[in-house]
């Protein structure tokens, strides 16, 4: 998706409260547009659907300066910071989720998904409903109902895999009376019917898009790609232990169906620059930004307070420690070639790109997280936003951004909801465990491991191939590094650890940093709890449901466990 510069319009609640007697002085309010307008213009109704790829801001520190998309992004904290990944420097929600502190009261900075979700679902139903009365030609409304059935199916996406059961609405558009009249849009689908709803639902959109959707007037939005990705991600979803309601087989085939329409590539031109550009051959489904719609700042939030940023999303020791050296093996493995002296030293590149580290170079001079007199230590500038691991996050940021005073200057770099590596990872997962690491299933040209080696061999990667021989099982650990490592940061990883149930395991250990010393020359590094009290507890793997929306139902919607 190519989405440029947002319309808005304050219409879902004006839809919702169409119905509504007007007060005697008959004021229509300048920041509605009314149903009816939609309804009878051709243009406003497609502005309409435009504006179903952004959403309203539902709690704080969502958009700056343009909607949230289909999920928080660069908003402040990244989703990472809510997983073994990083720590949020000031919180902003993350740290009850860290701590096992969520409840249907506190959900942090994930409070908003099932308002967001539920909210788009109804406008995307409310579009289609009137999409046969609008005055356009059968092909574009062919494409509008593509459309909006991604966008519906993304929206139970993101419902399913944060509260796993959904309610399934249907084509169905809400009205107020209905909280009390009709008991089905209280009640919880099974997983697998919730699954397979969203998943028949991009079949639908796939066979309703195009490949390519990018000339002027369309803004470039869903294209069959883009729900052939999502249909991917899911079928992946489904086949894994928590959700154990698919095949692997099936996932092989929804991630080959990308693969087959030949549009997309690993990208050569930079791993660390894929994520500055606007579009590359890599990206499958992204939010643009423009001067008149940006996004938070990302270099002065999440930069180093020796230079007068603010920490922000800060990568924790248990990232870093997982980074394989340039050998292929792990930092704990014989052989490696690691140097506990020269911690950062030989490396996968992707480390350099993702984490700022001490001794780095940035922005003209070297990275100083030691102590004592570290310019980016607690030693340095803004103190109170010092990293609480030691390290900085890279991935994303553009230095030719300044940090001062960037509101006019920055928040420009695309989102990236899907690109062709998640994919290769979603086939290698799935053949591996439905056909084992070297088999190429049918209709296929590659292997398990074929597919991890193609994104190790990326130009400025260039990290060891995996070789022949390894057991499922070693497959599998390939696998899942290879997710650790190349979609750090892009929200994959608070999804992973839970669908392969390891969540218990891995968000139990402690939330740790460094503390690098420096005396005269020579630096000492030891570990440190960087946030107290992390733990993971098993009613986590789903969110709990916000009070509020089991208030507004009257009890009528059923809590997940331990909530």
Not at 127 to 138: H, P, R, V
Not at 203 to 222: F, H, I, K, M, Y
Not at 477 to 483: G, L, N
Request: proline share 4%; charged share 20%; hydrophobic share 35%.
């Amino acid at each position: 998706m190519k989405l440029y510069k947002p319309l808005y319009f304050t219409i879902g609640a004006a839809l919702l409260f169409a119905s509504c007697k007007k007060d005697f002085l008959e004021i229509n309010p300048t920041a509605v547009v009314a149903p009816e307008v939609v309804e009878k213009d051709s243009t406003i109704f497609e502005a309409f659907i435009l504006n179903r790829y952004v959403s309203p801001k539902l709690q704080e520190k969502e958009g700056e300066g343009s909607g949230p998309g289909f999920g928080r992004g660069f908003e402040y904290s990244l989703m990472s910071s809510n997983t073994d990944e990083s720590i949020y420097t000031n919180d902003d929600g993350t740290w009850a989720m860290q701590r096992g502190q969520i409840s249907p009261d506190n959900l942090g900075s994930t409070a908003s998904f099932w308002a967001r979700s539920y909210r788009s679902i109804r406008e995307c139903n409310y579009a289609l409903q009137i999409l046969s009365t609008i005055t356009m030609s059968a092909g574009h409304k062919k494409l509008l109902e593509g459309e909006l059935k991604f966008i519906r199916a993304f929206r139970y996406h993101d419902v399913i895999r944060n509260y796993g059961r959904a309610v399934l609405i249907g084509d169905k558009v809400t009205q107020l009376q209905d909280n009390l009249q009709d008991d089905a849009l209280f009640k919880r689908a099974t997983l697998k019917e919730s699954l397979d709803y969203a998943i028949a639902q991009l079949d639908e959109a796939a066979a309703l898009l195009p490949v390519d959707n990018s000339t002027n007037w369309q803004l470039g939005r869903a294209t069959k790609g883009a729900a052939l990705a999502l249909k991917s991600r899911l079928t992946l979803y489904a086949a894994s232990p928590l959700y154990n309601a698919g095949t692997w087989a099936s996932a092989v085939t929804a991630a080959q169906a990308v693969i087959s329409l030949n549009k997309y590539g690993i990208y050569t031109g930079g791993y660390n620059k894929m994520f500055l550009i606007n579009e590359s051959n890599e990206v499958i489904f992204e939010r643009l930004y423009t001067t008149n719609a940006r996004h938070v700042c990302l270099e002065i939030a999440n930069g180093p307070n020796g230079y007068n940023a603010w920490g922000g999303n800060t990568p924790m020791q248990n990232l870093v420690d997982d980074y394989q050296t340039t050998s292929g093996k792990a930092i704990t493995e014989a052989g490696s070639g690691y140097d506990p002296s020269k911690p950062y030293a030989n490396r996968d590149p992707r480390f350099g790109y993702t984490v700022i580290y001490d001794g780095a170079s940035y922005r003209g001079r070297n990275m100083e997280a030691f102590i004592p007199g570290g310019k980016d230590s607690k030693d340095g500038n803004s103190n109170w936003n010092t990293t609480k691991t030691g390290y900085y996050l890279k991935k994303f940021m553009n230095d030719a951004f300044p940090i001062d005073n960037p509101w006019d200057v920055a928040g420009l770099q695309p989102w990236i909801y899907m690109r062709y590596s998640e994919i290769l990872l979603n086939f290698a997962e799935a053949a591996n465990e439905a056909y084992g690491p070297d088999a190429v299933p049918a209709g296929s040209s590659m292997s398990a491991r074929d597919a991890v080696n193609m994104i190790r061999s990326r130009p400025d990667v260039n990290m060891p191939a995996i070789a022949n021989g390894l057991s499922q099982s070693q497959m599998r650990d390939a696998i899942r590094y290879e997710r650790r490592v190349e979609l750090a940061f892009e929200e994959h990883r608070y999804y992973d650890v839970r669908r392969w149930k390891i969540a218990n395991i891995v968000e139990n250990k402690a939330a740790s940093g460094i503390i690098i010393t420096k005396n005269g020359s020579n630096l000492s590094y030891a570990t440190k709890v960087a946030l107290d009290g992390k733990i993971f507890q098993d009613k986590q793997y789903w969110l709990p449901i916000p009070r509020s929306e089991i208030l507004s139902s009257n009890g009528k919607l059923e809590q997940n466990p331990g909530y």
